[in-house]
């Protein structure tokens, strides 16, 4: 790895110098090969027990300290892959490209122009500086690391206990992003697509291309609740109003990156056929787009998003015909999209929401449109929500003559009234910081339900330093809250032996 090192000088150095080397590393979700090989050589260098299935999820087991192999073992566990997001001008490849660090003079870690992967690196980094370095005295502790958590907890799925050798039924998950917060449940969700198929014909009057550009996106679970304006379903309202006064059909529609990340972005070409209304129809996009600016519930941040229209060279490019428009705009119209529904019982908790995170223009081998793409997730806890979500997607797909497919389905992780683990940190952070930390049920996917439903019955706590705009290239992680919430996961483990 690299010796001119962004992250010198600053604490905890075992820390952050194996969070760098990740970060040099490409790993998006699905590409996780090379950062396993990279957790798998420091296993083998330092002559640790270590496990590597077939997806590349990577499970290292390190004795106990002399005197203490009767201490009930600890499980530490994260994820090696980060969501791949970049502004709009950056040229960098996710594929082959190391992430470029910086920090704040007050302390914050971001990467120039791209998600910097803190969630879920730190825990990654966290954990190889424990094994290579571990408190002492400490019961035996396993470390799993798993893959493709972003993109329906994959790795988590494939994870097999028994042949890993797993046998810790107390565990300390470190995919939290709020230090002072002790997570102790968590949503379950399921992805959805729903495909409609694309009739074209030839295309009639003027290519018009809009793209709305510059909302703030965000997390699709833990920022669901936090009014974050969606592209996608901004896009679907502007051209929903534009119908009746206008004679137009797509061409081709795209945005957003990822189902888990509100959308920030997206892009339409449509077949003006009425041409002598070209400049009135861009000034009545432009209208729609102002509108939608003066809502008083849109977060000030969302308020500086660009909209932009372009009339593009004449070209004879096939265009979708009425009634695959007619679909089209009714889904981005009827989908619903955010908070469905809150808690009853949990005051401020979000109970049921969706995410229309993409959609995407399919083409044939011939480059001809074919079919357009709509990607979604939806979160509960509650296996009756998830029940309702597909019903009511297939319905909508069924009616519109598309097909909606859904997948990657999770449990959720239900708050357990007695967890000796909760209150062990709760006691550690109060006698070291004085802090009594904030226990909360959050409605975001996280491993744990999948790795519950795995090994049996588990004493689990999720727990991190803080972070700032994860899943967006504003994504920010703060060096003294790693410090302070490491020191925490030493002592904790500390006073389990």
């Given at each position: 790895m690299s010796e001119n090192r962004i992250l010198a000088g600053y604490e905890p150095a075992s820390v952050l110098n194996f969070f760098e080397d990740i970060c040099a590393i490409p790993h998006v979700s699905g590409d996780e090969k090379a950062i396993a090989d990279y957790i798998e050589n420091f296993a083998r260098e330092r002559g640790l027990s270590c496990y590597r299935d077939h997806v590349h999820n990577v499970f290292i087991k390190l004795p106990a300290s002399a005197g203490h192999e009767s201490a009930p073992a600890v499980m530490l566990q994260g994820h090696t892959d980060m969501v791949g997001e970049k502004t709009a001008d950056s040229d960098h490849d996710f594929a082959t490209d190391g992430l470029k660090l910086r920090v704040s003079e007050d302390g914050w870690i971001s990467a120039t122009d791209t998600t910097l992967g803190g969630d879920d690196?730190?825990?990654v980094a966290m954990m190889l500086a424990i094994l290579d370095s571990p408190p002492e005295p400490h019961p035996a502790i396993e470390c799993l690391f798993t893959v493709s958590e972003e993109t329906g907890l994959e790795g988590a799925w494939a994870f097999d206990p028994k042949a890993a050798g797993a046998t810790a039924r107390t565990m300390i998950n470190l995919d939290s992003e709020a230090e002072g917060v002790l997570t102790a449940g968590c949503s379950g969700g399921m992805r959805t697509d729903i495909t409609v198929p694309v009739t074209c014909e030839p295309a009639e009057g003027v290519a018009v291309k809009i793209t709305l550009d510059g909302f703030t996106g965000g997390h699709s679970g833990v920022e669901i609740h936090e009014g974050h304006t969606n592209a996608i379903k901004a896009m679907g309202r502007i051209l929903s109003a534009l119908t009746e006064p206008y004679d137009f059909s797509l061409i081709s529609?795209?945005?957003g990156g990822k189902d888990n990340a509100i959308p920030r972005d997206c892009t339409v070409t449509l077949d003006l056929r009425d041409?002598?209304?070209?400049?009135?129809?861009?000034?009545?996009v432009t209208v729609e787009a102002e509108k939608l600016r003066s809502e008083p519930n849109m977060i000030p941040a969302d308020k500086t998003f660009t909209c932009t229209i372009e009339i593009l060279p004449d070209a004879p490019v096939p265009a979708m015909d009425d009634k695959?428009?007619?679909?089209?705009?009714?889904l981005l119209t009827l989908v619903r999209d955010g908070v469905l529904s809150m808690s009853a019982y949990v005051r401020g908790l979000v109970a049921h929401s969706r995410n229309l995170g993409i959609i995407q223009t399919l083409t044939d081998g011939e480059g001809?449109?074919?079919?357009?793409?709509?990607?979604?997730?939806t979160r509960s806890a509650s296996g009756n929500h998830l029940d309702d979500?597909?019903?009511?997607?297939?319905?909508?797909?069924?009616?519109?003559g598309g097909e909606a497919t859904h997948r990657a389905r999770y449990p959720g992780w239900d708050y357990a009234p007695v967890s000796p683990l909760r209150d062990l940190w709760t006691k550690v952070s109060e006698e070291i910081y004085g802090v009594t930390p904030r226990i909360e049920v959050i409605h975001a996917g996280l491993e744990c339900g999948i790795l519950c439903d795995k090994l049996g019955e588990m004493d689990i706590i999720s727990v991190g330093p803080d972070m700032k705009d994860i899943h967006t290239p504003r994504e920010m992680l703060s060096i003294p809250s790693v410090e302070r919430t490491y020191r925490l996961v030493c002592e904790t483990i500390r006073r389990l032996a």
């Open positions: 690196g730190i825990a529609v795209s945005g041409t002598a209304h070209t400049e009135d129809f861009a000034r009545a695959t428009t007619y679909a089209i705009l009714s001809k449109s074919n079919a357009v793409k709509f990607s979604m997730s979500s597909e019903r009511e997607l297939s319905a909508l797909a069924a009616v519109l």
